[in-house]
T-cell receptor, first 112, second 109 residues
Framework: DTGVSQDPRHKITKRGQNVTFRCDPISEHNRLYWYRQTLGQGPEFLTYFQNEAQLEKSRLLSDRFSAERPKGSFSTLEIQRTEQGDSAMYLC??????????FGDGTRLSIL | DQQVKQNSPSLSVQEGRISILNCDYTNSMFDYFLWYKKYPAEGPTFLISISSIKDKNEDGRFTVFLNKSAKHLSLHIVPSQPGDSAVYFCAASGNQFYFGTGTSLTVIP
């Protein structure tokens, strides 16, 4: 069990640029979740996949955000035309159909 | 619209004593509740959960209590140890997961 891996750990970009984050879940886990966390807040649910199917999307996930899990393994989260308010920690988690999600250490996004 | 609330941002407890972390929720349709622990620069780690059909679940030093009528749950840690110092998040499961804002626990040696 190598745990959930997220890449990159930190991303600094200029406002208006596109960014893409990657998450590699624990290999046998069929569910994969994306969250966003800002300072002083808990993780906010963005979306989740069961295998390659995206089953739930939060209303927080504006049309600038898109997530994919093409083969039911790794997932990517893309943010287009980044804004200052997108600065946050983006967390990925996976689970084997159960409730105990295993989180990665996150990607910290800073928008200049 | 905060559906899960942790009203105490911080808590300090002496080593060996009991730590009680509280959480309130608004949606009576939540079916599971969970507690996560988070150290700095790491992702949250699952600690313990409870089904909405139960009122208590125990795992070693950790016990979670659920009061459905009050829409309240609590996490008891006894005895508290310095290594328990971390931020604790409660979460509720419905169509998605809802997390509270966290309580920072400091266990004083």
């Amino acid at each position: 069990d190598t745990g959930v891996s997220q890449d990159p750990r930190h991303k600094i970009t200029k406002r208006g640029q596109n960014v893409t984050f990657r998450c590699d879940p624990i290999s046998e886990h069929n569910r994969l979740y994306w969250y966003r966390q800002t300072l002083g807040q808990g993780p906010e649910f963005l979306t989740y996949f069961q295998n390659e199917a995206q089953l739930e999307k939060s209303r927080l996930l504006s049309d600038r955000f898109s997530a994919e899990r093409p083969k039911g393994s790794f997932s990517t989260l893309e943010i287009q035309r980044t804004e200052q308010g997108d600065s946050a920690m983006y967390l990925c988690a996976s689970s084997l159909g159960g409730l105990d999600q295993h989180f990665g250490d996150g990607t910290r996004l800073s928008i200049l | 619209d905060q559906q899960v609330k942790q009203n105490s941002p911080s808590l300090s407890v002496q080593e060996g004593r009991i730590s009680i972390l509280n959480c309130d929720y608004t949606n009576s349709m939540f079916d599971y509740f969970l507690w996560y622990k988070k150290y700095p620069a790491e992702g949250p780690t699952f600690l313990i959960s409870i089904s909405s059909i139960k009122d208590k679940n125990e795992d070693g030093r950790f016990t979670v209590f659920l009061n459905k009528s009050a829409k309240h749950l609590s996490l008891h840690i006894v005895p508290s140890q310095p290594g328990d110092s971390a931020v604790y998040f409660c979460a509720a499961s419905g169509n998605q997961f809802y997390f509270g804002t966290g309580t920072s626990l400091t266990v004083i040696p």
